[in-house]
């Protein structure tokens, strides 16, 4: 089992910043992948960034130059730094971990708005 707990969200203005952070505990050893997902209201979750334990990256089209994700693999932790935020960033951004062996895990989720 593994346990995700994000913190971070928020309301923040157009072109603001924020940052995401997710911390992971129990059977860390068995997890490669992190990452965010978010959903807005109507639509379906959809992959925002993810880094594999070798610190490879990918990001969804929409943020790329504009989020950065981070880990810290001694901390089990994964941060998402969000800049020149615009309206439809608005979401409820997930952390998620995944191990071939012991399939994918969510937090609980931390809603971020972006508004003026």
């Known amino acids: 089992q593994v346990q995700l707990v994000e913190s971070g969200g928020g309301l923040v203005q157009p072109g603001g910043s924020l940052i995401l952070s997710c911390a992971a505990s129990?059977?860390?050893?068995?997890?490669?992948?992190m990452g965010w997902y978010r959903q807005a209201p109507g639509k379906e979750r959809e992959l925002v960034a993810q880094?594999?334990?070798?610190?490879?990256?990918n990001y969804a089209d929409s943020v790329k130059g504009r989020f950065t994700i981070s880990r810290d693999n001694a901390k089990n932790t994964v941060s998402l730094q969000m800049n020149s935020l615009k309206s439809e960033d608005t979401a409820v951004y997930y952390c998620?971990?995944?191990?071939?062996?012991?399939?994918?895990?969510w937090g609980q989720g931390t809603q971020v708005t972006v508004s003026s």
């Open positions: 998620t971990a995944y191990g071939d062996v012991v399939g994918r895990y």
């Open positions: 129990g059977s860390i050893s068995s997890i490669s992948v």
């Open positions: 880094i594999a334990r070798s610190g490879s990256t």
